[in-house]
């Protein structure tokens, strides 16, 4: 908290003596959890906790063209319980790197934007990677990157972006094989945002080159790239998002890193004032090639790819993962404003499998619900519960059911 505090001063006195302009625009969580894991009539797992997540956004604008834009964020995580055996804080500290309080304090955001022509806008620094299009396939993280945007007109842009993913002269292996920048992970994309009347199309093409420390054999080149494609419309009262990944990885002559993997999602829904009821579907694929993850960020339901794919806890082996990657759902939802100020909503979704021979014949439903009070314009609590039954093919079905609250701001 006092490096948060350091760090807000120093703006704060960076923009009065700079007569420049500092806006601060944020949220905040407080979440309340309650988890529980069966097998038939077998508690498997249970746990209460809090967590918190706080984000702080400021931008200070410098000039007409130039402005440094930071995020500070404060995550408060619970202190998890694994399954008997396990040493739940040894297991914690391997993921947290050593932090054993489940506490995160750091800058998330720390870059510069400056528009160089009227029309091209170039951002250097650190800024957030891994999200494109709708939230399928996103895993987001703070990457260093430069980053240039050219507004063709109001309604399409293109973007270009360079980044460096492991940087050789801080790798000791590197260093011994003499790679030098030959060794540095780098990643470039090529991305476009077109708008046409109610549609918005969002292409984006990624290379990454992969030779580094890691690679098994110093006289390969290996690489990977990525084809992505989202359409967002919105036609009155009628709306969809819809989104495709395909990617790929060859090891020139390493087969253990060769892989394929391809996903794709869509979400139609109809908007009957004062309600808004939706189906959405995604599939992501799962061969001999590879998997596809929808990614961290999808949240497509309460638990199903969240809870039970934690790292503290999974019942099923690595190819049976309670997560949803390779696998194929269906979602029927609803959310209304049943009051001036009360939402609330429902969901029902089945999935499945996608490579049975692998990860067995698995089949899973769950139904979720929540219930929003609008405190003020900024604030909101909700009470959000859900229930999961995944048949792996075993005597009993796994079920499992969460039952949260949180007090969220916006500002």
Same mark, same amino acid.
């Given at each position: 908290? =006092? ?16 007569? *420049? #302009? ?14 529980? +894991? @069966? ?38 995580? *619970? ?10 804080? #040894? ?23 400056? =528009? ?89 093409? =990624? ?23 989202? +359409? ?8 969809? #998002? ?27 829904? *109809?908007?009957? @004032? ?59 939802? *609803? ?74 701001? =916006?500002?």
């Amino acid at each position: 908290m =006092k490096r948060f505090l350091l760090v807000a001063m120093i703006l704060a006195s960076a923009a009065s003596l700079y007569a *420049a #302009e500092l806006k601060i625009t944020g949220d905040a969580e407080v979440r309340g959890v309650m988890d529980q +894991v @069966d097998r038939g009539d077998t508690e498997i797992y249970a746990n209460s906790y809090f967590d918190a997540d706080f984000n702080f956004n400021a931008a200070l604008v410098l000039t007409e063209n130039t402005t440094v834009f930071t995020r500070l964020t404060f995550d408060s995580e *619970a202190d998890y319980v694994g399954p008997a055996g396990v040493d739940k804080v #040894e297991d914690q500290m391997a993921v947290d790197g050593g932090n054993d309080d489940h506490t995160y304090l750091g800058v998330e955001r720390a870059y510069i934007s400056t =528009k160089f022509l009227p029309a091209l806008t170039v951002d250097a620094g650190l800024m957030g990677g891994g999200m494109w299009g709708t939230a399928f396939g996103n895993n987001e993280s703070n990457i260093v990157r430069i980053k240039g945007t050219y507004a063709i007109d109001e309604n399409m842009s293109v973007i270009a972006i360079y980044e460096k993913n492991t940087e050789s002269e801080t790798d000791p292996s590197a260093v011994q094989n003499n790679l030098s920048d030959f060794g540095d992970r780098t990643t470039y994309y090529l991305a476009a945002n077109l708008k046409f009347g109610q549609f918005t199309v969002l292409p984006l093409v =990624k290379y990454v080159d992969m030779k580094d420390a890691s690679t098994a054999a110093l006289d390969n080149n290996p690489y990977a790239y990525a084809i992505d494609l989202a +359409v967002t419309g919105d036609m009155g009262m009628v709306g969809f #998002e819809f989104e495709a990944v395909y990617e790929s990885t060859d090891g020139d002559g390493d087969d253990t890193l060769d892989e394929t993997k391809y996903g794709v999602y869509v979400d139609v829904f *109809a908007k009957l @004032d004062p309600a808004k009821i939706g189906l959405a579907a995604f599939y992501a694929g799962a061969t001999e090639d590879g998997v596809y993850n929808p990614g961290e960020d999808f949240d497509f339901l309460l638990i199903a790819g969240e809870m039970l794919s934690c790292y503290y806890y999974n019942p099923f082996p690595a190819t049976q993962s309670m997560n949803l990657a390779g696998k194929t759902a269906f979602k029927l939802y *609803a959310d209304a404003k049943v009051m001036e100020k009360v939402e609330a909503g429902a969901a029902f979704a089945y999935g499945m499998t996608n490579d049975k021979e692998e990860a067995g014949d698995v089949t899973f439903w769950e139904v979720d619900a929540d219930v929003a009070y609008l405190i003020d314009a900024n604030t909101k609590w909700t009470l959000e519960a859900g229930y999961v039954s995944w048949d792996d093919g075993g005597s009993d079905p796994l079920t499992s059911y969460r039952v949260q609250q949180k007090i969220s701001v =916006k500002f």
